[in-house]
């Protein structure tokens, strides 16, 4: 980080657009093929657009929403804010009627919003009901009582292969704002939105450097001659950001979702992981095991990973089934959109006897890890507590929100649970949100989940909490079968009665009362399993009330 500890993202840009110009920097792959961003284009196209902002009166420190997915005009939008020294955030919808955006705009003091008009389903056709709008070609006035510091908006079409966007912005006409501070917000993350409404997570120019620095140093060497990246996490997400480019100039590859969502996802990527000769991919578990089960898809291409790396979830073992075959080496890194990169662990052919369930692995340089409990009192190795974090990349609050998770001394509450083991490894136990209150006993589902998966024929489960008038909670099993397997309720009580009784005192029953099965379960746009939204369903199933 010595090179460009004094840097901003603006000064990144300008270096990487000047330096070996026409060397790719973004490649991304869709049902139309191949588009490239050469370093250059990626200065010269972002400086315009730069340029047309502070035309539109934006100014430096102003928050600009970007409402459009993973698309080369994302990367151009993005970048054009940081040079017109303003900040990024995150148009993320999840909710279908556009509150939730519209209340994180109103919470950041949005300016401007720059969205896709063209785009069906997408922001500006959820959310153009709550505007007045002024008239425009390229850009419009708006005026929207909800969000009373929202001024205009910026039209971005993305539809190829006319590129719209980019043949409007001005041809000679550019602006690269040098005054930023690296201490200044440069980009707003939204977290995942489990807990209701999204939180806005403001990180500076340094934090987000330093991240690049440390992801880049960690993967690179397990990759040898690293050029390109192949990453599954769409760009507007804390994983997604464009680290890589920044800190290294490696190509990043990626998936242009504006032309829609590939039919077969998995294909689709291996394909191009393939095509581009990519030996660094990071994807998300669910990709691992996937992909790995399709042998005669990656056998026929003779293609193998020399590193894949994965997070936002605990590791299972199925994902170590795909070092030897699709790869050399599985990197699992623990981290959160609040603290960046916390842990992380490789495993490869010599160490996979090593594996432990929901292993996160030891704290990254400069990145400092405790486990308390209700007290915020330390406790010794092996005991459950809460996971404390102290690093120079946490955020330094939610932007509308006065509550924050961090305590006087700098240490950030994530409210996960877990412990270390004697050598300093990280184990991952849960939430504490995900706590089950049965009776007078706490259940953390992953302790249950992992007794679970042991029965044969299940494929995947899940623990949640389901409303009893006496307990509180009572426990429910969501349970989701290998093919032509078939088993009962009856079948999996009994096996956790097994795997239990042994080890539990008999005064704390966490045998679930209830079992459904589902072929899938919903996930979050983090691939996150939305737990919150599968404990309603089996509500929904069993009929009870959550009152």
């Known amino acids: 980080m010595e090179t460009y500890k004094d840097q901003t993202i603006a000064d990144r840009i300008s270096f990487w657009g000047k330096t070996e110009p026409h060397t790719p920097a973004f490649i991304f792959?869709?049902?139309?093929?191949?588009?490239?961003?050469?370093?250059?284009?990626?200065?010269?196209?972002?400086?315009?657009?730069?340029?047309?902002?502070?035309?539109?009166?934006?100014?430096?420190?102003?928050?600009?929403?970007?409402?459009?997915?993973?698309?080369?005009?994302?990367?151009?939008?993005?970048?054009?804010?940081?040079?017109?020294?303003?900040?990024?955030?995150?148009?993320?919808?999840?909710?279908?009627?556009?509150?939730?955006?519209?209340?994180?705009?109103?919470?950041?003091?949005?300016?401007?919003?720059?969205?896709?008009?063209?785009?069906?389903?997408?922001?500006?056709?959820?959310?153009?009901?709550?505007?007045?709008?002024?008239?425009?070609?390229?850009s419009s006035e708006i005026r929207c009582v909800k969000v009373p510091s929202l001024k205009n908006v910026v039209y971005c079409k993305t539809k190829k292969p006319e590129c719209e966007f980019f043949r409007s912005l001005p041809s000679t006409d550019r602006y690269v704002n040098n005054k930023a501070k690296p201490s200044d917000v440069a980009q707003i993350f939204t977290t995942s939105g489990s807990s209701g409404y999204t939180k806005l997570v403001p990180h500076s120019h340094k934090a987000l450097l330093t991240l690049g620095k440390t992801f880049a140093e960690m993967l690179g060497a397990y990759g040898e001659n690293v050029k390109a990246v192949y990453n599954a996490a769409p760009l507007g997400w804390a994983g997604g950001f464009p680290y890589f480019l920044l800190s290294s100039g490696w190509q990043q590859v990626l998936i242009d979702y504006s032309l829609g969502v590939p039919t077969d996802d998995l294909q689709f990527v291996w394909n191009i992981i393939c095509q581009e000769d990519i030996k660094l991919a990071l994807l998300s578990s669910f990709q691992i095991t996937?992909?790995?089960?399709?042998?005669?898809?990656?056998?026929?291409?003779?293609?193998?990973?020399?590193?894949?790396?994965?997070?936002?979830?605990?590791?299972?073992?199925?994902?170590?089934?795909?070092?030897?075959?699709?790869?050399?080496?599985?990197?699992?890194?623990?981290?959160?959109t609040e603290v960046g990169m916390v842990t992380s662990i490789i495993f490869s052919e010599e160490n996979t006897c090593d594996f432990r369930e929901n292993m996160a692995g030891f704290a990254v340089t400069g990145v400092d890890v405790k486990i308390v409990d209700s007290g915020m009192v330390e406790v010794e190795p092996n005991a459950l507590?809460?996971?404390?974090?102290?690093?120079?990349?946490?955020?330094?609050?939610?932007?509308?929100?006065?509550?924050?998770?961090?305590?006087?001394?700098?240490?950030?509450?994530?409210?996960?649970?877990?412990?270390?083991?004697?050598?300093?490894?990280?184990?991952?136990?849960?939430?504490?949100?995900?706590?089950?209150?049965?009776?007078?006993?706490?259940?953390?589902?992953?302790?249950?989940?992992?007794?679970?998966?042991?029965?044969?024929?299940i494929k995947q489960n899940y623990i949640v909490p389901v409303p009893d008038k006496v307990l509180h909670h009572e426990i429910c099993a969501c349970v989701q079968l290998e093919e032509e397997v078939h088993l009962t309720q009856d079948d999996i009580i009994t096996f956790v009665k097994g795997e239990v009784s042994a080890g539990i005192s008999s005064a704390m029953n966490v045998v679930p009362k209830y079992v459904e099965f589902f072929d899938t379960f919903p996930v979050l746009n983090s691939f996150k399993v939305d737990r919150k939204q599968l404990a309603k369903l089996a509500i929904e199933r069993l009929q009870l009330c959550q009152s």
């Open 290 to 336: 996937g992909i790995c089960k399709r042998r005669d898809m990656w056998e026929s291409k003779h293609h193998r990973l020399n590193v894949i790396g994965t997070g936002g979830q605990p590791l299972k073992k199925g994902s170590l089934e795909s070092i030897g075959q699709v790869t050399d080496v599985v990197l699992n890194a623990y981290g959160s």
């Open 385 to 457: 507590g809460e996971i404390l974090i102290r690093s120079e990349t946490v955020a330094h609050g939610y932007l509308g929100d006065p509550h924050l998770s961090t305590l006087h001394d700098g240490w950030f509450q994530t409210g996960d649970m877990g412990y270390k083991d004697k050598k300093g490894c990280l184990f991952i136990e849960g939430r504490s949100s995900d706590a089950i209150m049965h009776g007078p006993y706490i259940l953390y589902p992953t302790w249950l989940e992992e007794k679970l998966a042991k029965c044969p024929g």
């Open 29 to 138: 792959w869709s049902k139309n093929g191949r588009y490239v961003l050469s370093r250059a284009d990626v200065l010269d196209l972002s400086s315009r657009f730069a340029f047309r902002l502070t035309e539109l009166g934006v100014h430096p420190g102003d928050v600009v929403c970007i409402a459009l997915p993973n698309c080369p005009e994302r990367v151009i939008a993005n970048f054009g804010v940081h040079l017109a020294g303003a900040v990024a955030m995150n148009g993320q919808i999840l909710r279908s009627d556009g509150q939730d955006i519209i209340e994180s705009m109103r919470k950041a003091n949005c300016k401007t919003l720059i969205t896709d008009p063209d785009q069906e389903n997408g922001a500006w056709s959820i959310c153009s009901g709550f505007f007045d709008v002024l008239g425009g070609v390229y």
